[in-house]
């Protein structure tokens, strides 16, 4: 059974003393001399011998652990020796009356040699001790108060006591408990250490009444204030609106941290200042805290509004380019008909017909570049369904039973994407004006990526009607230059269907 450290007065230690041991042997010898028994010395003799018994009793008395006449008191004894926690009760001027085996543990040594041992022995600065006194007559108890121990192997601990006053036997004592929290001390320096090297700007206030515990040189830079001038005051100072701080610390309250907050502080030269914050709730110098970490982003705020301006302004200058196009286009168109108009009955009215319906193909391929989410690559899909809506149109008259199917999917640069709809659009026009007399028939318009080329196939089925690029017809020069604009070359064949089959493969353009 492990023995319990408790208050016990002095008692006679064997052997006996000097002239108590001198008194027995001269007796003893005297005896044995005479050979014969005489009673007054046998009687002095036992009246010794008694008061020996008498002085063992007294030290087996003390020396055994106390007794607990109570279940209570023997819990009480049971729990205090078995929990991981120092346990002490010492008197005022410090000798110790009673110790746990854990707080035994903690300094490093036996039991019975800490109880009755001095408590200012523990502190590596006795003047620890004196300030831990002065705190507890002052407040009545002190709680998690640090300090190092010293242990007798020269090793340090680093120790968080609490203490308050207790009564023993009508005397007052101190009763404290101690916790090492060595790792956790070495892991707040190493953070400290990390935190003070780096750019970040670090701010810890206590959750209870949101006084600031700790500033790093960044935070100081930043508020532009001394430590000395930040620690010690409430934290909402420094935040410029306080029913913000008042949200940010209720939801850390709730999910223990926030990351990425924007907020404004109010820092000495009171400008304002946009910071980003990730706060986190945790537990520094032994109290419940929140820790924000800080990185200026006015300046980026700032850049990012006027950048948003610009923006603006270049949208607003797009939509004014993209209306002045639309306009010019139109203009352009109505001259055109105008001149088809005067040109009725002549050879010409056909030229003015045909530049008159690529103007609408360039108009409807700008609507649909102006539609898309990026110039830089453009869906070949949405802008070929613009042609064929615009196409489709201009021949509503004379080809009114003639359907149009796009399949596929092509992205191309914008810089192919203009052409190779032009190209489309020479093609469906092509197939509208004479491969369908009879007014009626099917177009097909594919799309399609094969490894790094492009794919485009335009098939009907009505009447074959070749293509002839070698002649000098404006048509047949247009799909020429497009085609070698693109790198790529028209292959044609009678479709399946019987009609044209028109196919073009090109080299994608490599991204920028």
Same mark, same amino acid.
């Given at each position: ?23 027995? &042997? ?28 008498? @002085? /063992? ?17 023997? %819990? ?40 009755? !041992?001095?408590?200012?022995? /523990? ?6 001790? @004196? %300030? ?27 120790m968080s006591l609490t203490s308050q006053p207790i009564a023993v036997d009508g005397q007052t004592c101190i009763m404290g408990t101690g916790i090492d929290i060595t790792a956790q001390y070495e892991a707040q ?11 970040? *700007? ?24 001394? @430590? ?19 949200? +940010?610390?209720?939801? +850390? ?36 805290? +929140? ?12 850049? &990012? ?11 607003? /200058? ?45 108009? *409807? ?27 489709? %149109? ?36 092509? *197939? ?17 990526? @094969? ?5 485009? +196939? ?14 000098? !017809? ?8 497009? *085609? ?8 044609? %064949?009678? !479709? ?17």
């Amino acid at each position: 059974m492990r023995r319990t450290g408790v208050a016990r007065r002095p008692v006679p230690r064997y052997p006996a003393p000097a002239s108590h041991c001198r008194r027995n &042997r001269a007796i003893v010898a005297k005896v044995k001399s005479r050979g014969t028994h005489d009673p007054d010395e046998v009687a002095q003799l036992r009246r010794r011998v008694a008061e020996l018994e008498d @002085e /063992l009793a007294s030290l087996r008395e003390t020396s055994h652990p106390p007794s607990y006449s109570h279940p209570a008191e023997r %819990r009480l004894a049971m729990l205090t020796e078995t929990l991981p926690i120092g346990i002490g009760v010492t008197t005022h001027d410090g000798v110790i009356l009673y110790a746990n085996q854990a707080g035994a543990d903690q300094h490093g040594v036996a039991l019975d040699d800490l109880v009755g !041992s001095r408590a200012q022995n /523990l502190f590596e600065d006795p003047a620890d001790r @004196e %300030r831990l006194l002065s705190l507890l007559q002052a407040h009545g108890r002190v709680d998690n108060f640090e300090t190092w121990w010293r242990k007798p192997d020269g090793s340090r601990r680093r120790m968080s006591l609490t203490s308050q006053p207790i009564a023993v036997d009508g005397q007052t004592c101190i009763m404290g408990t101690g916790i090492d929290i060595t790792a956790q001390y070495e892991a707040q320096q190493r953070m400290r250490a990390i935190a003070e090297a780096g750019p970040v *700007a670090i701010i810890i206030s206590r959750r209870r009444d949101n006084v600031v515990v700790y500033v790093n040189a960044p935070m100081c830079t930043l508020l532009g204030a001394e @430590e000395s001038q930040l620690l010690g005051r409430p934290g909402p100072d420094f935040w410029a609106d306080r029913e913000h701080r008042d949200r +940010v610390m209720e939801e +850390v309250g709730r999910s223990g941290e926030l990351r990425g907050e924007e907020l404004q502080l109010v820092p000495a030269s009171g400008e304002r200042l946009w910071v980003s914050a990730d706060i986190v709730a945790l537990t520094f110098q032994g109290e419940p805290c +929140v820790m924000g970490a800080l990185v200026n982003v006015d300046e980026a705020r700032r850049t &990012r509004t006027a950048l948003g301006e610009s923006l603006e302004q270049q949208a607003l /200058l797009l939509r004014e380019l993209n209306h002045r196009v639309r306009n010019n286009l139109q203009v352009l168109s109505s001259i055109l008909h105008m001149y088809r108009a005067d040109a009725s009955g002549s050879p010409a009215e056909t030229a003015f017909a045909e530049c008159s319906a690529r103007v609408h193909a360039m108009g *409807a391929i700008h609507e649909a570049l102006v539609e898309q989410p990026s110039v830089a690559q453009v869906s070949l899909p949405s802008l070929v369904h613009a042609l064929v809506s615009t196409t489709l %149109r201009l021949h509503a008259d004379t080809r009114p039973g003639v359907d149009v199917s796009v399949a596929g999917d092509l992205t191309l640069h914008l810089e192919q994407a203009v052409p190779c709809g032009l190209l489309v659009n020479e093609l469906l026009n092509h *197939a509208l004006k004479l491969g369908f007399p009879e007014g009626t028939g099917k177009i097909d318009i594919r799309l399609s990526l @094969e490894g790094d080329e492009g794919r485009l +196939v335009v098939a009907d089925n009505g009447v074959e009607v070749p293509l002839r690029p070698r002649l000098p !017809s404006l048509g047949s020069k247009l799909l020429a230059a497009l *085609a070698r604009q693109l790198g790529g070359d028209l292959q044609q %064949r009678a !479709s399946d269907a019987g009609g044209l089959h028109v196919e073009l493969s090109f080299p994608l353009a490599a991204p920028e």
